[in-house]
C-alpha cells in the first residue's frame, strides 16, 4: 500500500498500518524492518527515524487500533446528531463494518487478540479495548432507555456477539449487522424480525 506519488515523504503513519497488515498476514514475528520497508517503498532509515526500535513501533500499532477501533467510533456515533436509539443503531452498523485493507481488514482483531496471548503489552491494549467498549455499549444502551438492571448483563452480550460474529465472519461471511441488529432488537421488544 505504496502512497500514490511514489516520490511522497512516507509518514509514521504508513508504517503502522504496514505493521498491522503483516501482523495479519504473519503474527507479530512478521513485523520485521525490512520486509515492512519493503511493501511501503521505503528505506529502514526511514523506518528508525519516526521510531526508535520495534517496541515503539508495536506500541504504535497497539494505540493506532485503540483509537480507531474504540474511541472513533464511540465520538462518530454521538457526534451523529440521532436519538439515542439512532446512535445504538449507527453503533452496530460502525462496529459490524470490517476495518479496510489497509489497517489489515476483518482478519486484523483476531490477529491482534491472538497477539494479546503472548505479549503483555498488547494484551494490556486488548484488556483496555474491552473495557472501553464494554463501558460505551452500556452507556448507548442506558440513553436508550434499558432498565438498568438489564444494562450491564445485555451489554457482556453484545460485546459476545460481536467477537463471536467477528471470528464467523471470517469462516463463513455471516451478516454481523443484520445479527447484531436483531439482537438490539430483541432487547427493546421488538422481536428483530
Do not use: C
Not at 502512497?3 to 498500518?17: I, M, S, T
Not at 465520538?75 to 439515542?84: E, F, Y
Not at 491494549?125 to 436508550?144: H, N, P, S, T
Not at 463471536?164 to 441488529?181: N, S
Request: glycine content about 10%; cysteine-free; overall charge positive.
Amino acid at each position: 500500500m505504496k502512497p500514490q506519488d511514489g516520490r511522497a515523504r512516507l509518514g509514521r503513519e504508513y508504517w503502522v498500518k504496514a505493521g498491522l497488515r503483516a501482523l495479519v498476514d504473519g503474527g507479530i514475528l512478521a513485523v520485521r524492518v525490512e520486509p515492512l520497508a519493503r511493501e511501503i517503498g521505503a528505506t529502514k532509515g526511514s523506518f528508525y527515524w519516526h521510531f526508535k526500535d520495534l517496541a515503539d513501533l508495536h506500541q504504535a500499532m497497539l494505540e493506532l487500533w485503540e483509537e480507531v477501533a474504540t474511541h472513533a467510533i464511540t465520538r462518530a456515533v454521538r457526534a451523529s446528531g440521532r436519538d439515542a436509539r439512532g446512535q445504538l443503531d449507527l453503533l452496530i452498523a460502525l462496529a459490524s463494518a470490517p476495518p479496510g485493507p489497509t489497517f489489515g481488514g476483518a482478519a486484523i482483531e483476531p490477529a491482534l487478540r491472538d497477539w494479546g496471548r503472548s505479549d503483555p503489552r498488547a494484551r494490556a491494549a486488548v484488556e483496555r479495548v474491552d473495557r472501553q467498549r464494554l463501558a460505551d455499549v452500556q452507556g448507548f444502551l442506558r440513553d436508550a432507555g434499558l432498565a438498568e438492571a438489564e444494562v450491564t448483563p445485555n451489554a457482556h452480550l453484545i460485546y459476545a456477539a460481536v467477537i463471536g460474529f467477528e471470528t464467523l465472519r471470517l469462516t463463513t461471511a455471516v451478516d454481523m449487522h443484520d445479527g447484531l441488529r436483531r439482537l438490539v432488537s430483541r432487547l427493546f421488544g421488538q422481536g428483530g424480525g
